[in-house]
């Protein structure tokens, strides 16, 4: 009988740290964390030399009632960048948990390769969505088909095209990428889908380990956009607002696109 209860003593005390052992490991996960570096990138990035930024670059005149160009970048003021471990699907309420990895808001325009976000940490867990905010008027940078020497910076609203746009009239933008492809919020506060395709496929962190996140342009592709200038006003000017664009973007799949590593 005194064997019996000495061997169920003997197993309570197991069970006791087992358990106690659980918490801790439990605890230890639930307090790691690990890095993620965020960064952008443009496969079609060319090259411009400081006298063709916006500040003093003059654009040559238009060819005609239509100008064949090709995108290649654009000029584009990134404001903040998120990550949440929650997931952004169309119809439901952005009450996600969001962690930021900027800490001063940008107001500067940039070619879109051009950024750079210190690496971060982050608690350990499965990320499924991002979420960046940007002003609303940026440049368009584009080569003139038949002659490639010959480059235009477009300036341009994502409102519609007959909004009339300046630097100064801007407002904010926010994208939500998840899973579903890239959202915006309607006025319920809740998520609506944009495009299907611009999707991120989530990332893990991992204690003591760096998740390098790339946000691409184009989709990663290297064939441009043809983009067709249309000179509404016949003036041979490109005016925001008055002038439109079309595009022929066979090659490119969709406008953004992520790529995770580890390192």
Known sequence: ???????????????????????????DNANSKGFIEFKTSNPMAVAYSPSQLKSSFANPALIGDTTTTYTTNLLICIGDVWVSQGEVKAGETDNLEWIK???????????????????????????????????????????????????????????????????????????????????????NNQFK??????????????????????WRLFGGSTSPCVTYLFDNNKNLEWDCGTDSMDFDCSGIVNMWDFVVEYI
């Not at 107001?107 to 350990?124: C, D, G, R, V, W």
């Not at 889908?193 to 790339?214: D, M």
């Open 101 to 187: 990895l900027t800490s001063v808001t940008n107001t500067s325009l940039k070619l879109f390769e051009n950024y750079s976000f210190n690496s971060m940490e982050i608690p350990a867990g499965n990320y499924k969505s991002v979420k960046i905010t940007f002003k609303s008027v940026f440049y368009r940078y584009v080569q003139l088909a038949s002659n490639l020497s010959v480059s235009y910076q477009l300036l341009e609203t994502m409102s519609d095209w007959t909004t009339p746009c300046s630097e100064a009239g801007y407002s904010w933008i926010t994208n939500y990428f998840g899973p579903g492809g890239n959202h915006s919020l309607n006025s």
């Open 193 to 214: 889908l944009e495009a299907s395709g611009e999707t991120i496929g989530g990332f893990k962190i991992e204690a003591n380990k760096t998740a390098v996140v790339s």
């Open 1 to 27: 009988m005194r064997t019996k209860t000495f061997i169920s003593l003997i197993l309570c005390i197991g069970l006791f740290f087992s358990a106690c052992k659980k918490d801790g490991d439990s605890k």
